[in-house]
């Protein structure tokens, strides 16, 4: 099954916070830059896009947070007065500028090494993944044939072999299903039926994975059997250890494990 290219890169930003409370990142520090440029809170909020009264609810925040003024409002100037920052105003700025230059040479540095990342990221998340379903699948949807209420997702799985599933349409457009589109299927150990690879029967379940058994474990009164499958996965029956007796199968017995597209529940990564 053909993967489509990941690429990761890594970004991030700083903000200062006061006891919990967030005393400025980089917008309210552009907009103290702004201030100490201008010498204006009016042209400081027009060039950040912001209302004058936005603006100076942020620097009232700031100066609050910061126990001491880091901008002042000069009387006399246009617009009632002009405003300018106050030494500690000028530190902050400066030292936030130092940070955020340190800061972007860190996150370079940590971007350098992010090749190759970008799978095991997402393979981590997929891992992570609970479900009691105890066949979980990653594939690549392979083509949709959409109906009035259902459609039929043909799901391209590992080994060669396809998962068909049968979804209402909504479902189909609620997670965004579409050819290309990655995706896994869900199917529960119940769900599968075991069949003799020499039985000689035709169903008419369409899915129909074959392989060989791997592990058999008998319980009280079920039987779980392991079904190794081409490419490197398994699926997982569970049948009564009354079939399992008739169907008198051992380990490297080579078998179809077969189950309804109905049975199937398909998902994607979030």
Same mark, same amino acid.
């Given at each position: 099954?053909? /993967?489509?290219?990941?690429? $990761?890169?890594? %970004?991030?930003?700083?903000?200062?916070?006061?006891?919990?409370?967030?005393?400025?990142?980089?917008?309210?520090?552009?907009?103290?830059?702004?201030?100490?440029?201008?010498?204006?809170?009016?042209?400081?909020?027009?060039?950040?896009?912001?209302?004058?009264?936005?603006?100076?609810?942020? $620097?009232?925040?700031?100066?609050?947070?910061?126990?001491?003024?880091?901008?002042?409002?000069?009387?006399?100037?246009?617009?009632?007065?002009?405003? %300018?920052?106050?030494?500690?105003?000028?530190?902050?700025?400066?030292? !936030?500028?130092? $940070?955020?230059?340190?800061?972007?040479?860190?996150?370079? %540095?940590?971007? #350098? #090494?992010?090749?190759? &990342?970008?799978?095991?990221?997402?393979?981590?998340?997929?891992?992570?993944?609970?479900?009691?379903?105890?066949? /979980?699948?990653?594939?690549?949807?392979?083509? $949709?044939?959409?109906?009035?209420?259902?459609?039929?997702?043909?799901?391209?799985?590992?080994?060669? /072999? /396809?998962?068909?599933?049968?979804?209402? %349409?909504?479902?189909?457009?609620?997670?965004?299903?579409?050819?290309?589109?990655?995706? !896994?299927?869900?199917?529960?150990?119940?769900?599968?039926?075991? &069949?003799?690879?020499?039985?000689?029967?035709?169903?008419?379940?369409?899915?129909?994975?074959?392989?060989?058994?791997?592990?058999?474990?008998?319980?009280?009164?079920?039987?779980?059997?392991?079904?190794?499958?081409?490419?490197?996965?398994?699926?997982?029956?569970?049948?009564?250890?009354?079939?399992?007796?008739?169907?008198?199968?051992?380990?490297?017995?080579?078998?179809?494990?077969? !189950?309804?597209?109905?049975?199937?529940?398909?998902?994607?990564?979030?």
């Amino acid at each position: 099954m053909d /993967q489509k290219e990941q690429t $990761i890169s890594l %970004h991030g930003s700083v903000w200062m916070t006061v006891n919990g409370e967030n005393l400025g990142g980089k917008g309210r520090m552009a907009l103290l830059a702004y201030i100490a440029e201008c010498g204006s809170i009016t042209q400081a909020a027009k060039m950040m896009k912001m209302s004058y009264k936005a603006a100076w609810d942020a $620097i009232d925040t700031m100066n609050n947070l910061a126990g001491e003024p880091l901008v002042e409002r000069l009387t006399g100037g246009k617009g009632g007065g002009g405003t %300018h920052l106050t030494q500690r105003g000028r530190q902050l700025l400066e030292n !936030f500028r130092v $940070i955020e230059t340190e800061h972007r040479q860190f996150i370079r %540095h940590l971007d #350098q #090494q992010a090749t190759g &990342m970008a799978d095991d990221f997402l393979l981590m998340k997929k891992i992570g993944m609970r479900t009691s379903a105890r066949n /979980q699948y990653l594939g690549t949807v392979a083509q $949709i044939k959409q109906g009035a209420v259902n459609d039929e997702i043909v799901l391209d799985i590992m080994g060669g /072999q /396809q998962i068909i599933a049968i979804i209402t %349409h909504d479902s189909t457009e609620e997670l965004g299903l579409a050819p290309g589109v990655e995706a !896994f299927a869900l199917i529960k150990a119940s769900s599968v039926i075991v &069949m003799a690879n020499d039985a000689g029967i035709r169903l008419s379940a369409r899915n129909q994975l074959q392989g060989e058994i791997a592990r058999i474990q008998a319980g009280a009164v079920n039987t779980e059997m392991t079904i190794a499958l081409p490419g490197g996965g398994v699926l997982a029956a569970m049948i009564t250890n009354e079939s399992a007796q008739a169907l008198a199968l051992d380990t490297g017995s080579r078998v179809t494990g077969v !189950f309804k597209a109905s049975s199937v529940i398909l998902g994607v990564p979030v």
